[in-house]
Each structure stands twice: as structure tokens, then as C-alpha cells.
């Protein structure tokens, strides 16, 4: 290796955020494209909050098209990340506190997410 290169497991780890960015991203666009239409149905807002909640799940299958791999990959490792920014979501927008078993879990999702997604080629 030439000393300007960077080692391999560095470039894991800026794809691993990479990823996680984008999953995060994606994760928030699929949220608030549930949860308006949930406050719409369940707390009797307006519903022109419908129109946003269209065009966040619109934006959120196209950050999944963003992806090299495979659909079905894609979604797999996705799901990972979708549970840790649900529970952050739960704590920040709804106020409840993470039990140790929500952190736990969530820290084993993101473990699945990377596993999945920064596999060697086959």
C-alpha cells in the first residue's frame, strides 16, 4: 500500500456512513409520510397535510433507488436504520423515554444494516 492510500477498512467506514446517511435521510422522508396522515386520521388536522405526506413517500422511494444493490438487499439493510430513527422519533416528536431494551435493539438493527450492506462481492 502506497502511503497516500487509504487503508480498506477506512473505506468500509465512509461507506458505512455514507449509507447510514442516506438511510437516515430515507427513514425520516417514510416517517413523515406515515405520521401526517396518522395525525390527519387520529387527531383530525387538516387534510392538506396529505400533499406533504405524498410527496415525502414519493422522496423516500426515490432515495431507495439511490442504491447499487439490489431492491430486496436495499430494503433489508434499510430496515436496520428505520427502527433506530423510529426510536429517536419516538423520543424527540412523540416525548417518550428509550428503555435500555429500545437502545439494545436499535444498536442490533444498525449492526444487521452494516453487516448487510457492507458484504463482500460475491
Keep these: 500500500m502506497r502511503h497516500h492510500e487509504a487503508p480498506a477498512h477506512q473505506g468500509n ?14 427513514a425520516v422522508a417514510e ?4 405520521y401526517l396522515p396518522w395525525l390527519v ?24 433507488t ?3 444493490s439490489a431492491a430486496g438487499r436495499t430494503y433489508a439493510a434499510y430496515g436496520g436504520m428505520y427502527i433506530a430513527v423510529a426510536l429517536l422519533w419516538l423520543r424527540v ?3 417518550v423515554a428509550l428503555t435500555r431494551w429500545d437502545v439494545v ?5 444498525l449492526v444487521g444494516m452494516a453487516i448487510i450492506a457492507l458484504q463482500p462481492p460475491a
Design 105 to 109: 435493539g436499535a444498536g442490533t438493527a
Design 41 to 64: 386520521i387520529r387527531q383530525g388536522k387538516s387534510a392538506w397535510l396529505l400533499l406533504p405526506a405524498a410527496l415525502s413517500l414519493a422522496l423516500f422511494a426515490w432515495l431507495l
Design 93 to 95: 416528536v412523540d416525548g
Design 13 to 26: 467506514f465512509v461507506e458505512l456512513l455514507r449509507l447510514g446517511l442516506l438511510f437516515a435521510v430515507t
Design 31 to 34: 416517517i413523515i409520510g406515515c
Design 66 to 68: 439511490l442504491h447499487p
